[in-house]
């Protein structure tokens, strides 16, 4: 037999307090002799401080705030000559490595030169960045951004 086996039943009962002397937590049933915690339906909010000001308005603000928006992960020019007569997309980038997963917001940013054509499917790139694929006799296709496939744990 197993601990987690056994099948016991609750055998103690509530404590009846405030039921009198005799009964071991009477008159102030544990509670104390006045004051705002001996009285029924008391209850201060988290942070009370007496009247006091609380420690968190006592405390200073940080400046600033963080964003959620997610920053794109950035592609540069000059990284696309290995993908020469090849389409670049979001897994075509994942699977050399220069971005972390497919389905990331991907940017094509100016930085080295473009010598050899290529076609270009992501969801965002600056101009100059088209401009330099282009003139490599390349294109620019705006796609959106992959998103992932949902597995559903629901059974119908």
């Known amino acids: 037999m197993k601990y987690s086996d056994l099948k016991l039943t ?9 039921r009198g002397i005799a009964a071991g937590q009477g008159k ?15 209850s201060k909010n988290p942070g009370f401080s007496g009247g006091q ?15 959620h928006h997610l ?21 075509t980038l994942s699977k050399a490595g220069l971005i972390s997963n ?3 917001n991907v940017k094509l940013l100016t930085k080295g030169e473009v ?3 290529v076609t270009v499917k992501l969801p965002t790139a600056s101009e ?9 006799g390349g294109s620019f296709e705006k796609v959106n951004r992959l998103a992932r ?6 059974k119908n």
């Open 102 to 104: 497919a389905y990331v």
């Open 128 to 136: 100059s960045a088209i401009a330099a694929v282009q003139q490599a």
């Open 10 to 18: 609750k055998s103690k009962k509530a404590n009846r307090v405030g």
């Open 28 to 42: 102030t049933a544990g509670r104390g002799t006045k004051g705002q915690m001996s009285r029924t339906g008391s």
């Open 115 to 117: 010598t050899k054509k």
């Open 53 to 67: 000001n609380p420690l968190m308005q006592q405390l200073p603000k940080l400046p600033g705030f963080r964003s």
């Open 71 to 91: 920053k794109p992960e950035v592609v540069y020019t000059g990284q696309l000559d290995q993908f020469a007569n090849k389409i670049v997309d979001a897994e």
């Open 149 to 154: 496939v949902k597995t559903s744990t629901k």
